[in-house]
């Protein structure tokens, strides 16, 4: 057991036996009274998002969850299909955990899945992704008062705003918590 002071982004949990993520986390100080922690958290379980509240000296069951390294193979409308990269297995999971993450996805790329005992319950994205540029808005020659970006969309589909110098066919390094631009590659 653990005191929800403890509870941090990306921490997991169990409460009344269902799996959470914690996604966000604050904790309110108010003048007097006990101080309410409020955290936004996913059902490890479900995929659906809710709000917690908390008061100080609450407490929520820690869980222990196993890390396995993991490739991309592909995807088949419903499910998400990956390999084991120790054991060779091909463990899969609904598409719709992943939401606007698939973006992401290529074939042959590397990741985690999280396991709680035989159960995979979560997948962990590496901090950044390369993709290839297949469609640019043209740059115009000094359209720089403003800003000097521009939309391009990846061959996953993505869309990242760019400086003006990349161009189809560029391999771009893309940060995958909050998709910008890091480099050209």
């Known amino acids: 057991m653990i005191d929800v002071n403890q509870l941090r982004k990306g921490t997991t949990f169990t409460l009344n ?8 986390y604050k904790h309110h100080k108010p003048g ?10 996913r059902n490890l379980r479900t995929g ?6 908390f008061t100080s000296g609450d407490r929520v069951e820690d869980i222990r969850v196993e890390s396995v390294d993991v490739e991309y193979l592909y ?8 390999m084991d990269l120790e054991t060779f297995e091909q463990p899969q999971l ?5 939401g606007a993450d698939m973006q992401y996805l290529k074939e042959g ?4 899945l999280s396991k709680y005992g ?11 992704v390369e993709q290839e540029v297949v469609e640019s808005e043209p740059a115009v020659a000094g359209d720089t008062a403003n800003s000097p970006t521009k939309k391009v969309t990846t061959e996953t589909g993505l869309e990242v705003t760019v400086p003006l110098f990349v161009n189809v066919g560029d391999v771009i390094r893309i940060k995958t918590e909050d998709s910008t631009y890091i480099t050209r590659v």
Do not use: Q
Not at 17 to 24: A, G, R, S
Not at 32 to 41: F, L
Not at 75 to 82: I, K, L, M, S, Y
């Open 17 to 24: 036996d269902e799996l959470y993520k914690v996604l966000t």
């Open 32 to 41: 007097r009274g006990k101080a309410p922690i409020r955290t936004s958290v």
């Open 48 to 53: 659906a998002v809710t709000d917690m509240t």
């Open 75 to 82: 995807d088949d409308g419903e499910f998400v299909h990956f």
């Open 94 to 98: 609904p598409k719709d955990l992943f």
């Open 109 to 112: 790329m590397h990741l985690a």
């Open 118 to 128: 035989s159960e995979i319950i979560d997948y962990v994205l590496p901090l950044n």
